[in-house]
T-cell receptor, first 115, second 120 residues
């Protein structure tokens, strides 16, 4: 089954404790990205990747890191989480980098709470 | 930078009736893509409908249709014959054209969302 998976689905942590949210897709997609969802703000892009070893900042990259060492994986790293990073996180992928002609597939979301 | 505004935080509709969700956006681009996504309580993001700005014909997908007014930068979603399973958060989203220099063409800019409750 074609899908984007994220782990963990739920995470409660404390300020300053490094964490990684994994994202994996099995569709050989070139493009992957991370969004965060906050009430009233919709989803905002954190980082994106056009292909292996090619990443760039989205609209809200502060406090996050990413890497793309393999085409299928795109982990989101919070080196020192803070309470303002409490949010719902989505990973998304699409086959090409050609934009709107291509469907973006979203993962199931990761609910992160930073105390 | 593009912005997307959904002015209705919540709406309710009786089962089998019609509801229209509004969305306005701001861009200087002439060609772009617009989307409506549905997020049910499961939190999954589900693509409902896609509209390409250079196509004047409004997109339709079964009970879902849009009213795309390019000059007014308006992109409303109409849900006809509402069903209980339509209860969800709905997001309007904008995607710019693919930029060859800085390939950020896949970025979606979302509105704040409209929560729709379908009542039996």
């Amino acid at each position: 089954e074609a899908q984007v998976t994220q782990n963990p689905r739920y995470l409660i942590t404390v300020t300053g404790k490094k964490l990684t949210v994994t994202c994996s897709q099995n569709m050989n997609h070139e493009y992957m990205s991370w969004y965060r969802q906050d009430p009233g703000l919709g989803l905002r892009q954190i980082y994106y990747s056009m292909n292996v070893e090619v990443t760039d900042k989205g609209d809200v990259p502060e406090g996050y890191k990413v890497s793309r060492k393999e085409k299928r994986n795109f982990p989101l790293i919070l080196e020192s989480p803070s309470p303002n990073q409490t949010s719902l996180y989505f990973c998304a992928s699409s086959f090409s980098v050609l934009g709107g002609t291509d469907t973006q597939y979203f993962g199931p979301g990761t609910r992160l709470t930073v105390l | 930078a593009q912005t997307v505004t959904q002015s209705q935080p919540e709406m309710s509709v009786q089962e089998a009736e019609t509801v229209t969700l509004s969305c306005t956006y701001d861009t200087s681009e002439s060609n772009y893509y617009l989307f409506w996504y549905k997020q049910p309580p499961s939190r999954q993001m589900i693509l409902v409908i896609r509209q390409e700005a250079y196509k004047q014909q409004n997109a339709t997908e079964n009970r879902f249709s849009v009213n795309f007014q390019k000059a007014a930068k308006s992109f409303s979603l109409k849900i006809s014959d509402s069903q209980l399973g339509d209860t969800a958060m709905y997001f309007c989203a904008f995607m710019p054209p693919h930029l060859m220099i800085k390939a950020a063409g896949n970025k979606l800019t979302f509105g704040g969302g409209t929560r729709v409750l379908v009542k039996p």
